[in-house]
Every structure is written in structure tokens, then in C-alpha cells.
């Protein structure tokens, strides 16, 4: 009798599932927005006609004016959005993300249909003012928060932001009032902001004190310090301290004539366009370089950072400096490109929105930016509405994108997640 065949394992490779995770964060965040047209479109009917203006005058290129019937115009508003909620919970349910263009076009809609009710029977929406106001006021936004993503990406939280725009817009304008001339002036902001970071990273960094308590206190006392030598020494003699030179608008040969856009983006100060080459260094510097790479490790996991040889408390010390001249050179603008002299609490608390826009833009460069001109739009939506006469009350406006932001840092609109050793001193074993 022969012996039985040996029995050979299969040697086929074992295939695991791959768990399916349905987040449901975007479509239920698309559903209170259909809810919300709802209430607001029929549940407050607005009949007539709103017109969109997208030339002004002096233009090199004029575009018609748009009218639309507000009505019509909200119901089919509430059918694209009720589409785009339907097509985001599909995605869902399929276990994909919903795409970012989705989000964007549902904002776009969303909004068109807004300034549509609201602007029903009023004087025409003029679309390029309200893009122009948004670029304006997002500027020491911007920038402050590109400072707190560098300082916080390296684990130093900056509280401080304020205190570093505030002690830029100080020293930008009797610097530049002095010398006559506003180079000098950014460069002295930039200083500025320097020196307050400077002292924030001595203090927790150097002598482990918590480091939101230095940023509040820093805060104070540049906000008490800038009071005083304003009502001391600027006040005195505003004329030959207090009225620095503005700055210049460059346009852009050829860009600047781009209809709607040119005078948003081409037709601008220097400062708004250090602000767009700011907003690429950091981006690339952050994720395509060594610099970043050493920032971010000490900012996740310094001890590993430690182990490979680079200096964690150096890498933070020189990095929350480097935070505070982009946050100095955003309080430039308020004295040499926005008001035209400093006055006391100018800044009246954008280190704050900065900082908000840092956790709402998930510690990310290109999202804090997005994050700061939504803020922007916001204030400047409310101050278009008041001027077309639009019945919906400004605070309204105003409370928009602080709400938006506690959604996002309550993690409704996805994970908000700081880096790992933010706010940890880092103790050398």
C-alpha cells in the first residue's frame, strides 16, 4: 500500500481587508447649511432683484452688471446645496473623502445665494470691493498667522502674536516718521517682533516658565508699554512722530488690468505681496526643506530629534524669533499701510483671530491663510452689507467665523490636532 501524498500548505498570500471608515463630518456639516438656507431664504422670503457689480470705476475692462430675482435665485441655490449634500453623504457611505473642490464649490454657491438675499432691492453688491476689503484685512492676519504656524511647528504655543503686531506697529511708525522713510520702518517692525519673541522664548524655553502664561503677560505689557509712550512721547508731538510716509501701491503692468482680480491681487502695496512670497517660504520651507524637516521633528518628537543630533531648544529659540518678524512685519501695516499713524490697542485683539486662524488652518500654512481670510471676509462682508443697507445685522457677520472655528477646533470639520511637544519644554536628559 503506498504511502499517503504529503498534504503541501498553500503558500498563497493572505489578503487582509482593509477596515472601512465612513466619516459623516462633511455631509452633516453641508445639511446645517442646507438647513440654515432653509430658515433663512423661505422662512424670510426676500422678493425683487439683486444686481452684482464686477467693474468699478477706472477700470481698463468693464463687465456687465448682473441681476438676478433674489427668490429664484435661493430656490435653486437650496437645490445645488441639497445636491452636493447628497452626493458628500454618497462619498460617505463609500467610505471616501469628500473632495476639497466639493467644499469650495458648495462655499461659493452657498455665498452667492446669501449676498443674492441680501442684497434684494439695495444698491448693487460690488463684488470686487468686497474681494479688495477681504485682501486688505486679511493682511496682519496672514500674517500673524504664519508666525504662530512657525512657532508652533517648532512647540512653542504663541500667545504673544498680539503683543509682537501691536509692538510692529509701534515702532514702524516713529521709525518711519523719524527717518522718512518706510523701508526702514518695516525692518524696525520686523525688529520689533523679534525682541517680543525673543523674550517669550527666553522665558519658556530657557527658563521652562508655561508658556501661555508669558504669551498673556507679554501681551499686556506691550499693549500697557505702547499706551504709555503713545500718550507720552507720540502724542506729544504727532507731526514729527506719528505720521509715517504710506506705502506705495505697485501695480502690475498688464495683471492689474485683469478684470475683478487685477485690482485684488496686482494692484497692491509691497506688503501684500511680501505677504504672497511669505505665504510660499513657509509652505515650502516647512514641507520641502531640511529647515522644516528639523522644525517639525522638534515639534513632534524632540527627544527623537535629540538622538539625531539636532539642537531642540536652539531649533526653538531661533524659530519663534524668526515667528515674531513675520508677525512684526504684519503690524507694519497697520500704521504704514492701513491707518496712517498708530493709536493706542490698534491691533484690538487680531493676534487672537491669528491664533485661532492657526488651530482652524490645522497648524498648516496654506490652511491658516485660508482661515485668516475667511475672518477677513467676514468683517469686511459686514461692513459691504451695512453700506447696501442689507437688513441682516453686522454682530451676525461678525460671529460667523468665531463660530466656524469652534466647530473646527471641536473637531466637527475634521481632526484638529496641535503638533505633539506643542507647549512642552523640552529637558535635556
Not at 527666553?202 to 527658563?207: E, L, R
Request: aromatic residues 12%; without cysteine; neutral net charge.
Amino acid at each position: 500500500m503506498s504511502a499517503a501524498a504529503p498534504v503541501i500548505p498553500d503558500s498563497s498570500p493572505i489578503v487582509l481587508e482593509k477596515a472601512e471608515i465612513r466619516s459623516w463630518k462633511a455631509p452633516i456639516a453641508f445639511g446645517v447649511f442646507v438647513l440654515l438656507s432653509l430658515i433663512l431664504f423661505f422662512g424670510f422670503p426676500r422678493h425683487g432683484e439683486s444686481t452684482f457689480r464686477f467693474s468699478e470705476a477706472g477700470d481698463a475692462i468693464k463687465l456687465p452688471n448682473l441681476t438676478v430675482d433674489a427668490f429664484a435665485t435661493t430656490i435653486v441655490v437650496t437645490i445645488l446645496l441639497a445636491v452636493l449634500t447628497a452626493v458628500s453623504a454618497w462619498f460617505s457611505w463609500k467610505a471616501r473623502k469628500t473632495p476639497i473642490w466639493m467644499v469650495v464649490l458648495f462655499a461659493l454657491i452657498f455665498m452667492f445665494g446669501f449676498l443674492a438675499w441680501a442684497g434684494s432691492g439695495q444698491l448693487p453688491v460690488p463684488v470686487t470691493g468686497l474681494l479688495l476689503g477681504t485682501i486688505t484685512l486679511s493682511v496682519p492676519l496672514v500674517f500673524g498667522a504664519l508666525g504662530g504656524v512657525i512657532s508652533e511647528r517648532g512647540g512653542v504655543v504663541n500667545v504673544a502674536i498680539e503683543g509682537q503686531l501691536l509692538a510692529g506697529a509701534f515702532v514702524s511708525a516713529m521709525t518711519a516718521t523719524l527717518t522718512g522713510s518706510w523701508v526702514v520702518g518695516l525692518f524696525a517692525a520686523m525688529i520689533a517682533g523679534v525682541l517680543v519673541s525673543f523674550v517669550l522664548a527666553a522665558f519658556s524655553i530657557k527658563y521652562l516658565v508655561d508658556q501661555v502664561i508669558v504669551g498673556v503677560v507679554l501681551n499686556v505689557l506691550v499693549t500697557g508699554l505702547t499706551s504709555f509712550l503713545y500718550s507720552q512721547v507720540l502724542a506729544a508731538d504727532p507731526a514729527k512722530l506719528n505720521h509715517p510716509p504710506r506705502l506705495p501701491n505697485w501695480p502690475i503692468p498688464v495683471l492689474s488690468d485683469i478684470p475683478v482680480i487685477g485690482k485684488v491681487l496686482f494692484d497692491q502695496t509691497i506688503i501684500e505681496y511680501l505677504m504672497y512670497v511669505a505665504i510660499f517660504l513657509v509652505w515650502f520651507g516647512l514641507f520641502k526643506t531640511r529647515w522644516g524637516l528639523r522644525l517639525r521633528s522638534v515639534g513632534e518628537h524632540p527627544e527623537a530629534a535629540d538622538t539625531v543630533g539636532i539642537n531642540v531648544n536652539g531649533t526653538r529659540f531661533w524659530n519663534v524669533s524668526l515667528a515674531g518678524a513675520v508677525a512684526g512685519l504684519g503690524g507694519a501695516y497697520f500704521t504704514l499701510g492701513s491707518v496712517g499713524a498708530f493709536s493706542k490697542e490698534m491691533t484690538a485683539g487680531q493676534g487672537f483671530i491669528a491664533l485661532a486662524a492657526v488651530i482652524f488652518g490645522r497648524w498648516d500654512p496654506i490652511r491658516a491663510t485660508l482661515a485668516a481670510l475667511l475672518f477677513g471676509f467676514a468683517s469686511n462682508l459686514q461692513n459691504v452689507l451695512s453700506i447696501m443697507g442689507s437688513p441682516v445685522p453686522s454682530e451676525f457677520m461678525l460671529m460667523l467665523p468665531y463660530v466656524i472655528t469652534i466647530a473646527a477646533v471641536a473637531g466637527l470639520v475634521g481632526l484638529s490636532r496641535a503638533p505633539a511637544a506643542d507647549g512642552k519644554p523640552y529637558i535635556k536628559s
